[in-house]
């Protein structure tokens, strides 16, 4: 079976590997461009990229998928199969018909729960205990084709979206090559979405990441978790920006919305009269470090509010 791969970020180097590893002959793979990164916004490959050309996979960077050139190229490719692992493009339907047993995709939420580009950070801004992996293959809709497997994980109450991307990215491979195998063996079945139960999850923004301390501890506490990787939830401190990547829930204090109500723990009250501790914290101007350092350089008054 012919495979051509197409991803981009760390997500989906797992799966790509997991292909290797398994030596699943791969024609290629499918790529984002270099962007740059960086102070010197210098080109970088992405994670996929690399590792393909670890292992000697043609690699294939078009701009768009929507021209002849990028279709003549997948057709020349002979795929049977095309695997799709956030690889950030939408496929035109020639390219979804173009292999005999279709594109399969890799996504990582429990459909129809979740489509969209951000399932794993709207998971934990949305308070879920549970989440996970399904493959399905594809369709001209966003993320609405036929389910195929499932895998479930249960989220941490302090986890934070980063780690639970790591642990659904492995898990997402484990997956993947149970999907592989039915397929090979005739025996996968699959399974239409609900609509009625679809819910969406929109990209991120910068615009969301600033601390509403009025709302619930649980509120408060799972926008930091959600946001840790990217924008940041963050808020301020005499005027300058604080950035939040870790968090928890304390019951026994209380206080005002955004009131520091301990200085040796960075402990702050919110709108439900619990608190959030900051666990994890970058003040502008200065470098990421628990909430501990911090507070042994910094020091913040108790009655203080966080704006």
């Not at 670890?54 to 960077?61: E, G, K, S």
Request: proline share 7%; net charge neutral; hydrophobic share 40%.
């Amino acid at each position: 079976m012919n495979i051509v791969f197409m991803g981009t970020p760390d997500f989906a180097v797992p799966c790509l590997q997991a292909l290797i590893d398994k030596k699943y002959p791969i024609a290629g793979v499918f790529t984002q461009p270099d962007k740059p990164k960086g102070r010197g916004y210098k080109l970088t490959p992405p994670p996929v990229k690399e590792l393909a050309l670890t292992h000697d996979i043609p690699v294939f960077q078009p701009k768009s998928l929507k021209n002849v050139e990028a279709f003549d190229i997948l057709k020349s490719l002979q795929p049977d199969l095309i695997i799709v692992v956030a690889y950030g493009k939408i496929l035109p339907l020639p390219i979804l018909e173009l292999p005999s047993h279709g594109c399969i995709n890799v996504h990582a939420s429990l459909l129809p729960k979740y489509r969209g580009a951000g399932p794993v950070q709207w998971s934990v801004l949305n308070g879920e205990t549970t989440t996970g992996v399904t493959t399905m293959f594809m369709a001209e809709g966003i993320d609405t084709g036929d389910m195929l497997l499932k895998g479930e994980l249960a989220i941490g109450e302090n986890e934070t979206a980063s780690e639970l991307h790591d642990r659904l990215s492995v898990l997402g491979a484990n997956i993947l090559l149970k999907t592989l195998v039915e397929l090979e063996k005739g025996t996968l079945k699959k399974q239409s979405q609900d609509d009625n139960c679809a819910t969406y999850a929109p990209m991120l923004s910068k615009e969301m990441s600033l601390i509403d301390f009025t709302k619930p501890a649980q509120q408060v506490h799972n926008l930091i978790r959600g946001l840790s990787s990217w924008p940041c939830a963050h808020s301020f401190l005499e005027s300058k920006q604080l950035k939040v990547y870790k968090s928890q829930i304390i019951d026994n204090y209380h206080g005002k919305p955004g009131e520091i109500l301990d200085n040796k723990r960075f402990i702050v009250g919110t709108g439900d009269g619990k608190a959030v501790e900051l666990l994890e914290v970058q003040l502008q101007g200065s470098k990421r470090m628990n909430s501990k350092d911090f507070l042994h350089g910094k020091k913040i008054e108790i009655g203080s509010l966080l704006k």
